[in-house]
C-alpha cells in the first residue's frame, strides 16, 4: 500500500495533464459574475446590472458553445482538441448547471427587489398598480406601445411563426367559457422601445414597470374582439445557433458572402427555449412541438422575465450611491498638456492603462495624423468599434487630407459583422483603402503605424494594445496600450502591416511574438528557459494574466514547469482549463480569477529569464484559435519604467483580497481570504497607484 500511495506523488510525466472542460469553467467564470450579484459590498444598482451580464453571457454562450457541442452530437464527431465528457453528456451537465444558475439568479432577483423597496424603489407587475397608475399606464401604452405591438394569432390552419433569435415573446392565451384555447404571440418591441419605463414619483417613492407588465395590463384593449373569460401571457425566449457558414462561391466577394451568411444567422437552429414555469403544461408541449425541438435542444423552465440582458441598462432613479462612484479617466503624466502627442512618443515610450487613463490620448494621436502634413500614412487593424467612432472619422478626414489610409477591417468579429460591413462601405466612399482577412483567419491584433516624413528618412511611429480601438469599451475594460517610435517594434509592425496587405508573405519577427507563426514556438520556448533554469537551481518564474487558458499543448507544458520547480502565477478572468494545486502535476500553481467594476482584458505575459526579465502586452490568450487561427501581435515591453509599471499592477492583482477568487479544481471560487494586513480592492488601488504616479 505504501509504495502504491507513493507512486501517486510522484511525477505524471508522460500522462494525460488533468483538465477542465472549457464549458464546466466557462460556467463557473459566469458563476463568479452572479457573485457580484450577490455580493451585498456592491450597489444595488450595480447588482441589478450584473444580473443583466450574466443573462447576456449566458445568452452568448449558447449562441456560440452550446451551438457547438449540439452541432458535435448531430454530427457524432468532436474536435481533436475537445476536452471533457462525450458531448451528448456534456449537454446533460450544462443543463444541470445552468438550472442550479437559473435558480439562485431567481433568489438573487428576489433579493434585490427588497433591497430597491428599503430604498424607495418600487418595481410593479400590472396586480401591483393604483387606479391613478393605472390610468398613466393605459395612457402611455396608448400613446407609445400599441403603434409598435404586432400580435401574431396562431392558428392550426397556419404555418407556426419563425421566432427571432434572442427575442421576448408573450404568449398569449385565451380562454373562453367553454374551455376552448385561442393563442397568440406579442413581440415585445425593445428594439424601439425601453424595457424599463419609470412612473411620476409619488411623494419619496420612486415606481418601475417592466414593458411586459405594461402590455400584460393592457391585454384587454388589445384582444378586446374576442369572447373570452380569461386571458394570461407568459414569456417565452429562443436562442439560436449564432454560427456562421461561408459559402465557398468563388465568384462572389467575401464582403457578399458575410453579408449573405449574416441573413441566414437569424434562422439558425434552435439551442435553447426558455419558457416561463408557470405556462400550462398543454401549451409547453404545443410549443415544443410546433419548433421541432428535439432532446438535443436545451429547454428550461424560467421566471416570468427574459432577456436580463436588458437589465445591463437598468435606471438609478434613486441616490448616488446606489451606483459605483465614477472614476474619472486620468491624463497621461507625459501627454497631458502636450501640443503633439507624435512629439512625445518620439522621445520616449508611453504606455496607457484603460479605464483608468483616457482613451481620449489614442484619438487625439490620430487626430493630429490626420491633420500633420508631414504624415505620410496611417495604417490600422480594426476588430470591434463604437457605435459612434471617433476612431473612423479621424481615419475618414486624414484620407480626406490626402493620407494614404489603410484599414485592415475584421468582417469576422462575431456579433460585430454588421458594423465593420457599415464601416467599410463607409470608409472606402471617403477614399480610404478597406481590407479584410481571409475567411478561417481573423485579424485579432490592435495595431496602428504612422509613417510620418521627417527630413530625407520617414520615421515610423507604432501603438500595440490589449483591447479594441473602441472609446466605449475602453471605458470598461481594463486594457493596455503602448505608443512607441522604437525602431525594434515600429519596423516590425510595418512587417505585420506587409503580410497582411500582400497576400500573406510570412517574415520571422526578432523581437514581436505573431500569430499564427511565432507566439507557439516562442512562449513554449520561454517556458522551457524557465524550466531550464529551475532545473539549475537559479531563481525561475512565469506570470500570465490572460482572458482564457485552454490550449493544451500550453497546458501540458506549464505542468511541466510546475513539475520542474518553476513558480507559477496566473491571473485568469474567464476559461481556465489549467488545474492549479494539483498534487504531482501542478503543486507550484497559483490561479486567481478577478471579477470587479471593470472588465479584466488585458493580457500579460512576465518571464524571468534568469534574471533579465522579459515582460509582453498581447491581443491573444492561450487558446488554439488565437495562437495557430489568428493574426495576433504580443509586444515586448523594452522601457524599465513602463516594465515597472505593469509589474506593480500585476502585483496589486496578486494582492487583492477582495474581488479576487481562487481557481480550484472543484471551481468553488472561493474569495481570496482577507489577511491581517488591509483590503486590497485592486481595480481601485491601481487607479489611486497611477493617480499617485503623476504628483
Not at 93 to 99: D, G, M
Not at 240 to 267: C, G, N, P, V
Not at 554 to 583: D, E, F, N, P, T
Request: glycine residues 4%.
Amino acid at each position: 500500500m505504501k509504495s502504491a500511495s507513493k507512486a501517486k506523488s510522484v511525477s505524471h510525466a508522460g500522462k494525460l495533464p488533468p483538465l477542465v472542460n472549457r464549458e464546466i469553467s466557462w460556467l463557473s467564470f459566469n458563476r463568479r459574475v452572479l457573485q457580484e450579484a450577490e455580493d451585498t459590498s456592491v450597489p444595488v444598482i450595480e447588482r441589478m446590472r450584473f444580473l443583466g451580464i450574466f443573462s447576456n453571457n449566458l445568452d452568448e454562450f449558447f449562441r456560440v458553445r452550446v451551438a457547438t457541442v449540439r452541432r458535435m452530437v448531430t454530427l457524432g464527431k468532436t474536435d481533436k482538441d475537445y476536452v471533457g465528457p462525450k458531448p451528448k453528456k456534456l449537454l446533460s451537465e450544462i443543463q444541470t448547471v445552468v438550472l442550479s444558475l437559473q435558480e439562485r439568479f431567481g433568489q438573487i432577483y428576489n433579493q434585490l427587489l427588497d433591497e430597491l423597496k428599503n430604498d424607495h424603489i418600487f418595481m410593479l407587475t400590472e396586480k401591483d398598480l393604483t387606479p391613478s397608475q393605472g390610468q398613466w399606464v393605459k395612457s402611455y401604452f396608448q400613446e407609445t406601445i400599441r403603434p409598435a405591438l404586432t400580435p401574431l394569432m396562431l392558428d392550426h390552419k397556419q404555418p407556426f411563426p419563425y421566432l427571432r433569435d434572442r427575442t421576448i415573446y408573450l404568449a398569449v392565451c385565451m380562454t373562453t367559457a367553454a374551455g376552448k384555447h385561442k393563442l397568440a404571440l406579442i413581440d415585445l418591441p425593445t428594439r424601439v422601445l425601453p424595457r424599463f419605463i419609470q412612473l411620476p414619483r409619488s411623494e419619496n417613492n420612486q415606481y418601475i414597470m417592466l414593458l411586459d407588465d405594461v402590455i400584460r395590463y393592457c391585454l384587454d384593449e388589445m384582444f378586446s374582439i374576442f369572447r373570452y373569460q380569461a386571458i394570461e401571457a407568459f414569456t417565452i425566449k429562443i436562442t439560436r445557433d449564432a454560427e456562421l457558414d461561408i459559402d465557398h462561391d468563388i465568384s462572389k466577394s467575401f464582403l457578399e458572402k458575410m453579408s449573405k451568411s449574416l441573413k441566414q444567422r437569424t434562422r439558425g437552429d434552435a439551442v435553447r427555449f426558455v419558457y416561463d414555469r408557470t405556462l400550462p403544461e398543454h401549451f409547453l408541449e404545443h410549443f415544443k412541438k410546433k419548433m421541432k425541438l428535439t432532446d438535443n435542444d436545451t429547454v428550461i423552465p424560467g421566471g416570468r422575465y427574459h432577456n436580463f440582458r436588458d437589465f445591463m441598462k437598468f435606471p438609478n432613479p434613486g441616490k448616488k450611491l446606489m451606483e459605483y462612484k465614477a472614476l474619472r479617466p486620468l491624463l497621461h503624466r507625459d501627454l497631458e498638456g502636450q501640443n503633439s502627442v507624435l512629439n512625445v512618443i518620439s522621445k520616449k515610450d508611453v504606455l496607457l492603462h484603460f479605464p483608468f487613463q483616457s482613451f481620449g490620448h489614442m484619438i487625439d494621436l490620430l487626430r493630429e495624423a490626420a491633420i500633420d502634413p508631414k504624415v505620410v500614412s496611417i495604417q490600422i487593424a480594426t476588430y470591434r468599434l463604437a457605435k459612434n467612432s471617433h476612431i473612423i472619422n479621424a481615419l475618414a478626414n486624414a484620407a480626406r487630407n490626402g493620407k494614404k489610409v489603410t484599414v485592415i477591417m475584421e468582417l469576422q468579429a462575431r456579433f460585430d459583422e454588421e458594423a465593420n460591413i457599415r464601416w467599410s462601405n463607409m470608409l472606402q466612399e471617403e477614399g480610404v483603402n478597406v481590407m479584410f482577412s481571409s475567411p478561417g483567419l481573423k485579424v485579432h491584433s490592435k495595431i496602428c503605424l504612422i509613417t510620418r516624413k521627417q527630413g530625407h528618412e520617414h520615421k515610423l511611429y507604432a501603438t500595440v494594445g490589449t483591447g479594441n480601438f473602441n472609446e466605449v469599451t475602453a471605458r470598461v475594460y481594463s486594457d493596455h496600450t503602448l505608443m512607441t517610435s522604437d525602431p525594434r517594434i515600429t519596423e516590425e509592425v510595418r512587417q505585420v502591416f506587409y503580410f497582411l496587405e500582400n497576400n500573406y508573405k510570412t517574415f520571422h519577427p526578432e523581437h514581436l511574438l505573431v500569430s499564427p507563426f511565432s507566439t507557439r514556438k516562442s512562449i513554449i520556448h520561454l517556458i522551457s528557459q524557465e524550466i531550464k533554469h529551475a532545473k539549475a537551481k537559479k531563481p525561475a518564474y512565469i506570470i500570465l494574466k490572460l482572458n482564457n487558458l485552454v490550449d493544451t499543448d500550453i497546458i501540458r507544458k506549464l505542468y511541466a514547469a510546475s513539475q520542474a520547480g518553476v513558480k507559477i502565477q496566473l491571473i485568469i478572468r474567464g476559461v481556465c482549463a489549467l488545474q492549479a494545486g494539483v498534487k504531482g502535476y501542478s503543486e507550484n500553481i497559483k490561479a486567481i480569477s478577478i471579477v470587479d467594476q471593470f472588465l479584466e482584458h488585458s493580457r500579460v505575459y512576465i518571464f524571468g529569464n534568469g534574471g533579465q526579465e522579459k515582460i509582453f502586452i498581447s491581443s491573444a490568450d492561450m487558446m488554439k484559435r488565437n495562437l495557430d487561427h489568428r493574426v495576433e501581435v504580443t509586444c515586448p515591453v523594452y522601457d524599465p519604467a513602463l516594465q515597472q509599471e505593469l509589474k506593480d499592477m500585476i502585483r496589486i492583482q496578486l494582492e487583492d483580497n477582495v474581488k479576487a477568487r481562487i481557481l480550484d479544481p472543484q471551481q468553488r471560487n472561493r474569495y481570496v481570504q482577507h489577511s491581517e494586513t488591509a483590503s486590497v480592492r485592486s481595480q481601485l488601488h491601481f487607479y489611486h497607484y497611477l493617480k499617485g504616479s503623476k504628483s
